[in-house]
């Protein structure tokens, strides 16, 4: 089989270059030209090579390929290798398909930024780096990739680096995804201890024993737990959105937070070794769902509310993987990638529209002014809580259906547990995404953007036609909808978001051979999960199907008239709006010693005691050498002097001695 993967990789690297070297001197056009020819190039190679892999035999669609020897000694070598297999195919479709909606998005959004240029190199950058992650046939060059990734989120997150805030938020996605990269740098030492090599096809194949699994797994996991924002790593996500939008929508559709569940998928041989390893990847991935949906009910910024809406959804992938359905994981991981896409792009429309603003408490009535982006958020909505036949209700049910399939052919109340906070965590998305939804689009207006009414819009429609309007500048398009640069990448991620589960399972209605994502996927990544009976899965679907309506009928009941915000002194609420004031006990038991700390040390052992002690050291040379320096008089009288007194020292001593 054909591998083209490495030209999906040179592609975006040349136009990071390219941008990152002449940018600064190329008009608009041409960065365009670079930057979406970059990322449009890599698309279209990876479509290709889809293509090329469905007409290949099932057993001949795993290529590895060797692009150059880098280290040998004794029986070890290690290549600079890609491998292309389903896995890898189905991730660089969605990392260069939505990244080339994204740059195209970008175009509008970013149209006034004076850094347009550095904003299109490091896009090119991001994509690279994921693609190097994503094609690595070893787990050093996957590290390599991995560390690209983080490196490209620090420098998108700060981009707009003249805000304090920005640069802060940088620092801390950086920071603790350090702490991930760690946890897999350790994995893959114990790896390489174990299997003697670092590649996927040696290192699959071979058997830990079930604490080494357990060790190198859960080592992987923290990786994963730090990429994908799961519990305790998640702080980093919601911070991310100083970025701008479509960064927003970079990472947490098609890049950065998607490394995780892949890595799980691609190590899925040494997760399977390790039931206590799958155990903790279903619980913190269930915990991480619930715990991220209880604080977006309550948040304002609607960035904010989808920061916290993906990290609840990586938790749905990790729970399918917990239990085994890792073609689950990667399912919803795909629809998710369309719809949450969608969201930060059409939440950016909101904001480009009202000129920057992201607080809820000052928008509503936008329904009409912002036809597209408010048909397209809803369709989102709707995918995202799992409302038939949209896309997300075939991928949530798909897990939820598997883990209750798990529950009853083992009898383990923990799966029990994981199912009843999934079906929980499907309400409180549909409220708190209807809130959203609600908050921006229904009931009156109550920004600071001027709004007029319809009667106004008429008159100074007419006025400005006419030449003739009064009283400064004509207002009746100060709010409208995206151009068509910005809004035809909404319109797509919206048929994807409507169409784009029927690539996955329907068990549901009794075809249980209907499962193309799974089939595609199977050379690469084998389910080892309960199947579920047609009536088990109706029986999940049902519940969950009902539970989301409720929350979207709650959501109506309370905002459907407009979003009215009421200060609210329950301590329960004020825990939850607050984040569980997670930030502020690490700030007062973390950082704030580690500050204290470092500023100690700068004070007493960088100040007196290395400075001081240099200077101490400096002024003991100067001393000396002032007083020897006296010595070198140049008069010879005083030297005969130095000699007559050196004589008579030494005959002293003699006499003396003898």
Excluded at 375 to 396: M, Y
Excluded at 595 to 618: M, N
Aim: net charge neutral; glycine share 12%; charged share 10%.
């Amino acid at each position: 089989m054909a591998n083209l993967s490495l030209w999906v990789l040179v592609f975006p690297l040349l136009g990071f270059i390219v941008l990152g070297l002449a940018g600064r001197f190329m008009p608009r056009t041409a960065i365009l030209t670079v930057g979406w020819g970059a990322c449009g190039l890599a698309f279209l190679i990876s479509a290709v090579n889809f293509f090329i892999m469905l007409g290949t035999p099932v057993a001949r669609r795993i290529s590895d390929q060797v692009v150059y020897h880098w280290i040998g000694a004794g029986s070890f070598s290690l290549d600079f290798g890609t491998r292309l297999d389903p896995l890898s195919m189905t991730m660089l479709l969605v990392v260069t398909g939505v990244g080339l909606l994204i740059h195209i998005y970008s175009a509008g959004y970013m149209a006034d930024d004076q850094s347009f240029w550095r904003f299109f190199a490091y896009l090119n950058f991001f994509i690279f780096a994921m693609v190097t992650l994503v094609i690595a046939n070893n787990f050093l060059f996957l590290l390599v990739g991995w560390g690209l990734v983080g490196l490209a989120s620090y420098l998108l997150i700060g981009f707009w680096y003249q805000r304090r805030s920005a640069i802060a938020a940088a620092q801390k996605a950086f920071v603790i995804n350090v702490i991930g990269d760690f946890g897999l740098m350790l994995a893959i030492f114990l790896i390489f201890l174990g299997a003697g090599r670092l590649d996927y096809a040696g290192v699959f194949g071979h058997n830990f024993g079930a604490a080494g699994a357990t060790a190198i797994a859960l080592l992987l996991f923290v990786a994963c737990a730090a990429k994908s924002a799961q519990l305790p790593l998640y702080m980093w996500l919601p911070d991310a959105m100083e970025g701008p939008t479509p960064v927003s929508a970079l990472i947490h559709a098609a890049t950065m937070v998607t490394a995780g569940v892949y890595l799980v998928a691609r190590a899925y041989p040494i997760f399977n070794q390790s039931p206590a390893a799958l155990g903790v990847v279903a619980g913190i991935g269930g915990a991480t769902a619930l715990y991220a949906a209880t604080i977006a009910l309550f948040q304002l910024d609607i960035k904010r509310v989808l920061a916290y809406s993906t990290i609840s959804q990586l938790g749905y992938m990790f729970m399918a993987e917990g239990v085994q359905n890792y073609s689950g994981g990667i399912f919803h991981l795909v629809t998710h990638a369309f719809f949450k896409a969608l969201l930060f792009l059409g939440a950016g429309a909101v904001i480009h529209a009202l000129a920057g603003e992201q607080d809820m408490r000052k928008m509503g009535g936008l329904w009409g002014r912002l036809r597209v982006t408010g048909i397209t958020f809803l369709i989102a909505a709707l995918a995202i809580s799992g409302i038939f036949p949209l896309a997300g209700f075939w991928s949530k049910d798909d897990i939820l259906a598997s883990v209750l399939a798990a529950a009853t052919s083992s009898g383990n109340v923990w799966y029990y547990v994981l199912w009843i906070v999934g079906i929980v965590t499907a309400g409180l998305t549909a409220f708190y995404m209807f809130r959203l939804f609600f908050g921006i689009f229904s009931g009156d207006y109550r920004g600071a953007v001027a709004i007029p009414s319809e009667f106004e819009d008429v008159e100074e429609e007419e006025a400005a036609a006419s030449g003739h309007h009064h009283g400064g500048p004509v207002r009746y398009n100060a709010i409208h909808d995206v151009q068509p640069v910005m809004s035809i990448p909404l319109i797509i991620l919206a048929i994807l978001s409507v169409i784009g589960g029927f690539i996955g399972s329907m068990a549901l209605f009794g075809a249980p051979g209907w499962a193309p994502l799974t089939s595609f996927l199977s050379p690469a990544v084998t389910n080892h999960a309960a199947d579920p009976s047609v009536g088990l899965a109706w029986t999940s679907t049902i519940i969950s199907l009902v539970v989301a309506l409720l929350g979207i009928a709650g959501a109506w009941r309370l905002y459907g008239k407009g979003f009215a915000f009421k200060e609210n002194a329950n301590p329960l609420y004020r825990l939850v709006f607050h984040k569980y004031y997670v930030d502020e006990a690490l700030n007062a038991v973390l950082v704030r010693p580690v500050q204290a700390v470092g500023r100690g040390l700068s004070r007493y052992l960088e100040g007196d005691v290395l400075d001081g002690g240099s200077r101490g050291i400096s002024n003991v040379f100067r001393g000396t050498s002032s007083v020897l320096r006296r010595v070198q008089t140049g008069y010879m009288r005083n030297y005969a002097l130095g000699i007559l007194l050196g004589v008579v020292v030494i005959i002293v001593y003699y006499a003396v001695r003898g």
